[in-house]
């Protein structure tokens, strides 16, 4: 099921499409330990690869995002 939705978003997503992807935050809870919280942002796609995705998001920060990853983000 997984690879069919990844090959189903590698055919949709082209270079310059707007995708949601989620950055991890790291901040501390309590004393015992941090946790990381993911935020959502908007990022552009700016390369495409068999295994992730490059992009960059509004802050002119380049991230690689893995397909797996980018589909999660999109449920």
Same mark, same amino acid.
């Not at 004393?31 to 908007?42: D, E």
């Not at 490059?54 to 920060?61: D, I």
């Not at 690689?64 to 999660?72: G, H, P, R, T």
């Given at each position: ?42 990022? %552009? ?9 490059? %992009?960059?998001?509004?802050?002119? %920060? ?14």
């Amino acid at each position: 099921m997984k690879i069919r939705s990844i090959a189903e978003a590698k055919k949709k997503i082209k270079i310059g499409s707007k995708v949601m992807i989620t950055t991890q935050k790291a901040c501390a809870k309590d004393s015992f330990g941090a946790v990381k919280t993911g935020i959502p942002r908007q990022a %552009v796609v700016i390369g495409i690869y068999e295994y992730f995705v490059h %992009v960059q998001l509004e802050s002119g %920060v380049c991230e690689s995002v893995m397909w797996m990853d980018l589909i999660n983000a999109r449920e």
